[in-house]
């Protein structure tokens, strides 16, 4: 990747943003891109030009092109994507403008307090990997999301991985498992179902180590009634969270989809429900997922072969 580049100035074509309607309670809106299809360097500059100062000197300080254009993508990718929210209620916004900053733990949230207008209540998280970045969005609830390639190899023995960082109950589940390909698989979905629950809290990692609470799968429910993917299966599980703080309590205000993404990612997201029913049982949770091109183009893979349920709601 030419950095250089990165200098020139180029003009937003704003009206490839096209306004949305925030999320409604429950729903989840899911944006990915991979960073392959992206290969004009004209577009790139453009991605940059969008972001501030401070998010320029982070994309330069990279080490290598891969990471330096990951690093791009996900600002990029952030900022046109809230952009398309945030225009419904104050016209024409630049993603330019858009200001962020970190709660007490260092997650990334929107910075409104210059606004002379009511901002949406959104919240929003990231999550990449060097083939796929990813965004999701909420209105009023938090939420965590993770993606990890599904052909990860872990570098050490799975089990002795799991048992430095997983619950008692989530090792039984692993060594259970006699054949080690899917035996790493499960690993992989129970690390992003984890990755996800700890950036929904907020807190950190080391506030919220992944030793202190399950994750568990509850017996499955018919797919038809979460409406969420491609029917590829006749039920997908349910994914509760149990605490270690109270282990008698099922953390009944959390609730997680897993999906296999575009045949190539796990991808987990966390959110809370909103507090009109929190307590109340499974509520469905609706999911839009994007795979987009900021500014070039955007296609609904929701409901598609690209979009399969392997477990959620609770």
Same mark, same amino acid.
């Given at each position: ?74 600002? @990029? !990718?952030? $900022?046109?994507?809230? %952009? ?10 630049? /993603?330019?403008?858009? #200001? ?99 950036? @929904? !809290?907020? $807190?950190?990692?080391? %506030? ?10 509850? /017996?499955?429910?018919? #797919? ?91």
């Amino acid at each position: 990747m030419n950095v250089h580049c990165f200098q020139r100035s180029f003009s937003l074509a704003s009206s490839s943003l096209a306004p949305l309607q925030l999320p409604s309670p429950m729903e989840t809106h899911f944006w990915y891109v991979f960073p392959d299809e992206v290969r004009s360097q004209s577009l790139m500059n453009q991605y940059f030009e969008l972001l501030s100062p401070c998010e320029k000197d982070n994309v330069l300080s990279m080490r290598g092109d891969q990471l330096k254009k990951s690093a791009l993508l996900a600002r @990029a !990718l952030v $900022r046109t994507t809230i %952009a398309r929210y945030v225009d419904q209620t104050n016209s024409h916004v630049d /993603p330019k403008s858009l #200001k962020f900053r970190k709660n007490s733990y260092g997650k990334p949230e929107m910075d409104w307090q210059t606004a002379d207008w009511q901002p949406p209540p959104l919240h929003f998280n990231i999550s990449h990997t060097s083939s796929l970045i990813a965004c999701g969005v909420t209105a009023d609830a938090p939420i965590g999301i993770d993606v990890e390639e599904k052909n990860r190899k872990i570098k050490t023995n799975v089990l002795a991985f799991a048992r430095r960082y997983f619950s008692s109950h989530e090792l039984e589940h692993l060594a259970a498992i006699t054949d080690a390909e899917i035996q790493r698989q499960e690993f992989m979905k129970l690390w992003t179902l984890k990755e996800a629950y700890v950036k @929904a !809290l907020g $807190r950190g990692f080391s %506030a919220s180590p992944f030793n202190t609470f399950t994750i568990r799968f509850k /017996p499955a429910i018919t #797919k038809g009634e979460s409406h969420l993917f491609k029917d590829t299966d006749n039920k997908v599980s349910e994914i509760v969270v149990e605490s270690f703080d109270n282990p008698s309590i099922l953390t009944s205000n959390w609730q997680f989809a897993l999906m296999d993404l575009a045949g190539s990612h796990y991808a987990a997201i966390c959110t809370e429900k909103a507090k009109f029913i929190e307590g109340s049982g499974r509520v469905p949770m609706k999911l839009i997922v994007r795979r987009t091109i900021p500014l070039v183009e955007d296609e609904q893979t929701t409901g598609t072969d690209s979009v399969v349920a392997i477990g959620g709601l609770t």
